[in-house]
């Protein structure tokens, strides 16, 4: 027509995003919003704060973010392949694998978060406050206070892997906003604001352990009414842990209460 070339009307079609693509870039926002937030808060309370135990608390979070999440993470990415050889050569259930890899990583990332409390008086740190652990015992922190907590995730998330297709970028995110809902329901809503933290703390604990995962399982595509699913369902496992440890709490107050004192 007139000499002018009809574009083909297959190239005029807009293209829907991959989900790789589509996860890579909200990854990369999430980031991106958790180095300006981060950005902000630190040089806010560094150069506002008069109190030595926040200063010293945003100092063990900046840690945490460099070492776990940015070195932690380029490490992982640089060796996965050499851990996917490793780890698939462990004679276990890739479910079991799973669960118990992804306690591993979060017993690491446990030693981090406890190491940088101890470290509280090298960074300014005047009284207990200064933490961001329960405790600064490691053991007491695993146990009784986040890892303990976790498994319940795992196992969930063993169970949605074996299901559905989720990629290992997929259940980064995924069980990262797992993690800060968590962390939203225990500690408050000021937790969102830190989701471009949570999300690469918690997500890393999973990544690599979900490089392992079989690609041929029997796992059915995802749907989005499964990925709405992956992001709150797991928090429901948590319950039956909750429970019990309400019911453990409540019977040693019991005990303590009602226990024989000496009299005279």
């Excluded at 796992?219 to 019911?247: K, Y």
Aim: aromatic share 14%.
């Amino acid at each position: 027509m007139s000499g002018i070339e009809m574009i083909p009307l297959a190239r005029l079609r807009f293209r829907l995003p991959t989900r790789k693509s589509l996860v890579g870039f909200l990854l990369v926002v999430i980031a991106a919003w958790g180095v300006l937030s981060t950005t902000a808060v630190t040089v806010f309370i560094l150069s506002k704060d008069p109190d030595p135990d926040h200063r010293a608390i945003i100092k063990m979070g900046v840690g945490l973010i460099l070492i776990w999440c940015v070195l932690g993470g380029l490490v992982m990415w640089v060796l996965r392949d050499r851990f996917v050889g490793w780890a698939t050569r462990i004679p276990l259930g890739w479910r079991t694998r799973f669960v118990l890899l992804c306690v591993a990583f979060a017993l690491l990332e446990e030693a981090v978060t406890t190491g940088l409390t101890n470290m509280a008086p090298l960074l300014g740190g005047v009284t207990d406050a200064a933490r961001i652990t329960a405790s600064k015992n490691y053991f007491e922190v695993v146990f009784l206070h986040s890892v303990i907590v976790f498994v319940p995730l795992f196992l969930c998330w063993g169970w949605l892997l074996s299901r559905y297709d989720f990629r290992p970028i997929e259940v980064l995110l995924l069980f990262g906003l797992n993690g800060t809902l968590a962390e939203t329901i225990t500690f408050g809503p000021q937790n969102l604001i830190q989701i471009g933290m949570w999300v690469w703390v918690y997500g890393l604990m999973a990544y690599l352990p979900a490089c392992a995962v079989p690609e041929e399982r029997g796992a059915t595509p995802a749907r989005w009414w499964h990925w709405l699913m992956a992001v709150f369902l797991p928090l429901v496992f948590i319950i039956p842990l909750v429970m019990w440890l309400v019911w453990r709490a409540v019977a040693a107050a019991w005990v303590f209460v009602t226990r024989k004192r000496p009299t005279g």
